[in-house]
């Protein structure tokens, strides 16, 4: 318990830390020439530098070994760490039309676009409470974006809207992907058997060697620019140091804790963590939430809350029932043993007993 408190306790402190400096880089006027920080495939790669360093130092300290990957691993590692390169950019164009609040909101509701893409491509079915639970979801994103409160000087300027359907999209493509990516490192742990800062390590190392490649690209001027903006805005350079280090902290613990405690309990504390974002950001950056807002903030968690309460009971049931099976099968192999010693012990006796019995051959 008291390790799953330290994991719980360093994902707070790290991704809140982490949002307030994402929303900061991705947001903030930089310089006397008011110029916003556009580069963030740059930002992306040095996070993910910081993460691999971090998570190979942690091997280290440990005593454990980075070993070489096998084939079948290294393509799985190349697949999610793809996945992944492509899924943020679509995270930060969203910001370009929806207030950062909105776009925390909207990603805690994964289950909306996977449930989607599970009844299109598959035509799975699911049980009720899972249709529930995607209803108060979107029940109460729509609602908080209905009573968005308007900017009039904002709405008159040609493209710029603080939440738009467009956004909304955008979010969703991220939240498909990252739906790939978690399903994905879910296999590989269950199939490789690998550990949390292994996965972290390479998946990093592969998404860095990803971004690399397309900022190197000649015909492509984002790691120029990126360099030139922040020699220019000096400022930046603190708050992209500091947003990569939470977030590589931040992964080390969410690795540990998929690891130990798997992917339920982690849900669990992302999702109230994604809450407790919201509020740093309404706080920190003065974002105006109306009563009507925080009533659908409440129904969006109230429907998240359900799906993790449900999970939950399912996996304790689960538990119990596969104990059970252990405990009765345990049982009949000692009975089964007793048998077996009995019937050991009468054939000697009998056998013992002939053979005072039995008369001498002459």
């Not at 269950?190 to 000649?218: D, E, R």
């Not at 999702?271 to 950001?281: D, G, H, Q």
Request: with cysteine.
């Amino acid at each position: 318990m008291l390790r799953l408190t330290a994991c719980v306790a360093g994902i707070y402190s790290c991704f809140l830390t982490w949002g307030y400096y994402q929303e900061k880089v991705s947001t903030t006027p930089y310089g006397q020439d008011a110029l916003k920080f556009k580069f963030f495939i740059f930002l992306n790669l040095i996070q993910a530098l910081f993460a691999s360093t971090i998570a190979f130092l942690y091997l280290k300290i440990q005593g454990k070994s980075l070993s070489r990957p096998s084939k079948p691993l290294a393509i799985k590692y190349l697949q999610v760490a793809f996945i992944s390169v492509i899924a943020s950019p679509f995270s930060y164009a969203a910001l370009k039309h929806i207030d950062y609040p909105t776009m925390i909101l909207t990603k805690s509701c994964k289950l909306i676009p996977v449930m989607f893409m599970n009844i299109l491509l598959y035509r799975r079915q699911f049980p009720m409470y899972k249709y529930v639970c995607v209803a108060l979801v979107t029940i109460g994103v729509s609602g908080f974006m209905l009573w968005a409160p308007v900017d009039e000087h904002k709405m008159s300027k040609k493209g710029a809207v603080n939440s738009s359907l467009y956004g909304l999209f955008l979010v969703a493509i991220n939240l498909t992907l990252d739906g790939v990516t978690n399903s994905t490192q879910d296999q590989i742990f269950h199939a490789f058997k690998v550990s949390g800062q292994q996965m972290m390590c390479i998946m990093n190392l592969c998404m860095s060697a990803y971004m690399t490649v397309w900022l190197l690209n000649p015909w492509n001027p984002e790691l120029v620019s990126a360099i030139t903006f922040c020699q220019t805005h000096p400022a930046i350079i603190k708050d992209i140091i500091m947003f990569s280090i939470c977030g590589a902290l931040g992964q080390c613990f969410i690795f540990y804790t998929l690891q130990h405690y798997g992917s339920l309990s982690l849900v669990t504390v992302t999702v109230t963590r994604k809450l407790f974002t919201i509020l740093l950001s309404v706080v920190a950056y003065d974002h105006e939430l109306n009563l009507q807002q925080w009533a659908m903030v409440a129904v969006v968690f109230s429907g998240i809350g359900l799906e993790a309460y449900v999970k939950r009971s399912e996996k304790l049931a689960h538990i119990t029932t596969k104990n059970n099976n252990v405990s009765k099968a345990s049982a009949v192999e000692d009975s089964s043993s007793q048998v077996s010693s009995s019937t050991f012990v009468a054939e000697k006796q009998t056998r013992q007993r002939t053979t005072i019995v039995a008369p001498k051959q002459h």
